[in-house]
């Protein structure tokens, strides 16, 4: 009988909705623009995250006692301790970050979610990995997953260099950070992509993320089957996802 290779493809996983009540156990600084909180209830024990590009939905109460919902990474999971981790990434304004800035161990929150996952192969011979601060706890999730034998080549924007930490992955890695959108796009731009199939994923605000995807179609020839690039916020506007695609 003759061998045959399946493609890799992306899959799409449905989930069951679920709304969790839960309360902060633990709060970090991992640097001085990111808040890590770790909630907690019994019944994280049945999360599931499939990858590292889902979301949840936070959903908590503002200043005015209004609920308000954003859209989140499960950056940890320990079914064994009831807890999920999220790090939220601080900027200037927005009801979620205030909340995140504030944040006290004992607060309530909702985390609903997910709904889906888009599972992308770890087994491509490379990784692309590029976004601003929104996408790093992805990416962080990301590293942590990818086996040994692949590379990953990542590209992250982060404008305070207090917040260029190291990232480390069992695959080999060749990682740049940039402290503006400029410098992210002549980043880009300068990459030699590795010979060979390899999977291009970025997250973060809208217009770079067009002209990223842009740089990497047009500029690149690299195939939008093997892409994933998101917006995962919109200057000027709250609350703001959009796939990007032709
Ligand atoms: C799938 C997905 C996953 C995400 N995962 C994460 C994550 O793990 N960690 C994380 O920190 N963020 C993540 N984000 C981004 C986060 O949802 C947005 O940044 C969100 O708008 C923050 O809500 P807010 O209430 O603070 O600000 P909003 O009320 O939504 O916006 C208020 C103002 O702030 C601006 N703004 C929003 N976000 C930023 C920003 N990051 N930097 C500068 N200005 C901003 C807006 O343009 C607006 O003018 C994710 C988004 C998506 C779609």
Redesign the pocket.
């Known amino acids: 009988m003759e061998d045959t290779i399946a493609p890799r493809r992306v899959t799409r996983i449905r989930h069951e909705l679920h709304r969790r009540d839960t309360v902060v156990r633990r709060i970090t600084r991992p640097s001085p623009n990111f808040v890590a909180i770790t909630f907690a209830d019994p019944s994280l024990a049945g999360f599931v995250s499939s990858s590292f590009d889902d979301?949840v939905k936070f959903i908590f109460t503002d200043t005015q006692g209004q609920p308000?919902r954003?859209?989140?990474?499960p950056?940890h999971h320990d079914a064994a301790q009831g807890e999920l981790t999220?790090?939220?990434?601080l900027?200037?304004?927005?009801?979620?970050?205030q909340w995140a800035r504030q944040a006290q161990v004992g607060d309530r929150a909702v985390i609903a979610g997910p709904r889906g996952s888009m599972v992308i192969p770890a087994d491509y011979p490379w990784h692309l990995l590029a976004g601003d601060?929104?996408a790093l706890?992805?990416i962080v999730r990301r590293l942590r997953e990818l086996p040994a034998d692949v590379s990953a080549r990542v590209l992250l924007l982060a404008e305070d260099a207090a917040d260029h930490r190291p990232l480390h992955s069992a695959a080999r890695l060749d990682v740049s950070w940039v402290r503006s959108p400029e410098a992210f796009l002549a980043a880009a731009d300068a990459l030699q992509l590795p010979e060979g199939e390899g999977f291009a994923w970025a997250a973060g605000e809208a217009s770079l993320m067009k002209r990223l995807r842009q740089l990497l179609v047009d500029g690149k020839q690299h195939p939008r089957t093997a892409m994933r690039v998101?917006a995962?916020?919109?200057?000027?506007?709250?609350?703001?996802?959009e796939d990007l695609v032709d």
């Open positions: 979301h308000v954003r859209d989140y990474t950056l999220i790090e939220f990434a900027h200037d304004s927005g009801a979620a970050t601060t929104t706890p992805a998101s995962y916020w919109k200057q000027g506007a709250q609350e703001f996802h």
